[in-house]
Structures are given as C-alpha cells and as structure tokens.
T-cell receptor, first 115, second 109 residues
Framework: EPEVTQTPSHQVTQMGQEVILRCVPI?????FYWYRQILGQKVEFLVS????????KSEIFDDQFSVERPDGSNFTLKIRSTKLEDSAMYFC?????????????FGSGTRLTVV | RKEVEQDPGPFNVPEGATVAFNCTYS??????FFWYRQDCRKEPKLLMS???SGNEDGRFTAQLNRASQYISLLIRDSKLSDSATYLC??????????FGTGTRLQVFP
C-alpha cells in the first residue's frame, strides 16, 4: 500500500533555531498538507499546497512557517525560528483530489521537541 | 462553540461489548464527515466515511444527522485491538479537515 514518508521521526532543536521537516507524498497525489498535534490536543490544519503554491492556510501558519516542494518528490515544512510552543507532532498528508476531504493519507509524523 | 465536539472519555469496556461515540459539529455548511482512528503517538487513520443514509463496515456503524449536526459511531463486539482514540472529522468543502479532540476507548479482557 502506498505510503507518505516523513523524516526525521523525531527532532530536538534549540529555541530560535530553524528546522526543516521532510515529507515524500504518494507519487500520484497532487495535493499536500501539513497538520500538527500538540501533545494531548486535537489535530490542527496548518496548510494545503497544490500546483506549487499554498491553496489554504490557518492562523497558526504565520510568517515563521513556509512550505516548499523543492524537487518534485519532497514536500517540506520550514519553521524559521522555533519557539517552545512549536513542540508538537507534525503530520504530512497527501491526497489525489481536492475537496471533500476524501482520499487523504497521513504520514507517521515527525515529533518536534523545542528546548 | 467548538467546531467539532466529542466526549473525551475514556470509555472502558469489556471485550464483546457494544460502545457508541457521539460527535457534534457547529458549521451547518459541513459537507463531508469521517471517523478516524488514532493509536497512541501515531498518525490518524481513516476508519470510515459517514453518509447521510448511514453506513456499516463490519462491526462498525456510522450515522449522520444533518438536522441535529450530529454524528455517531457504534462498535459492536469490541476487540482488544479496538483500543484507540476515535476522532470525529468534518470537511466544509475546502482542502482542510477539522478534527475533534477524540474519544479514547480502552477495551479490557
């Protein structure tokens, strides 16, 4: 079964440092997403990406965050200057079609710990 | 009011029991509805989509009441392997999924 692959599985970083979280979506999927889940809280939408541009973003996705599809297979989330409150599980997802929420596949996540 | 509201539980039930989870959503424009399952520190995985007519997948039955903005999930003959957090998820015909906080189920022998 096709998978969304995320690396690293766990990253520890110092406050103020930049981090890049990496994702390889399913190869024939065209729509890509980042979600995050702070420990003990709900899964929250960050951003969706299609055709090399952001199609929707949440209030959480401020100027500290950016996304990129640098080479046609990877999809990255960059946090420019990490804060303690950025500590969370970050899930990448992809889908074949947009709208309706159908056909999503989530990756296994990157646990980001900011110290 | 929360966009998607669920009883956090935990629900502790013996093997073989029937258990029901409820969920309410606030946006009447919501178009699509799902139940996801999340194991501890793992990614959400789709359990089933929820349709207005109600739908069943083996031991799992989902119901949607659009008028009351209410979604339910019934699990019959609970197994130990059903222990997880069950997430109610809606979509308002945009790209994003809106998650509830989840209901934790613990099935004991």
């Amino acid at each position: 079964e096709p998978e969304v692959t995320q690396t690293p599985s766990h990253q520890v970083t110092q406050m103020g440092q930049e981090v890049i979280l990496r994702c390889v979506p399913i190869s024939n999927h065209l729509y890509f997403y980042w979600y995050r889940q702070i420990l003990g809280q709900k899964v929250e939408f960050l951003v969706s990406f299609y055709n090399n541009e952001i199609s929707e973003k949440s209030e959480i996705f401020d100027d500290q965050f950016s996304v990129e599809r640098p080479d046609g297979s990877n999809f990255t989330l960059k946090i420019r200057s990490t804060k303690l409150e950025d500590s969370a599980m970050y899930f990448c997802a992809s889908s074949e079609a947009v709208g309706g929420g159908y056909g999503y596949t989530f990756g296994s996540g990157t646990r980001l710990t900011v110290v | 009011r929360k966009e998607v509201e669920q009883d956090p539980g935990p629900f502790n039930v013996p093997e073989g029991a029937t258990v029901a989870f409820n969920c309410t959503y606030s946006n009447s424009a919501s178009q699509s509805f799902f139940w996801y399952r999340q194991d501890c520190r793992k990614e959400p995985k789709l359990l089933m989509s929820v349709y207005s007519s109600g739908n069943e997948d083996g031991r799992f039955t989902a119901q949607l009441n659009r008028a009351s903005q209410y979604i339910s999930l019934l699990i019959r003959d609970s197994k130990l392997s059903d222990s997880a957090t069950y997430l109610c998820v809606v979509n308002v015909n945009t790209d994003k999924l809106i998650f509830g906080t989840g209901t934790r189920l613990q099935v004991f022998p």
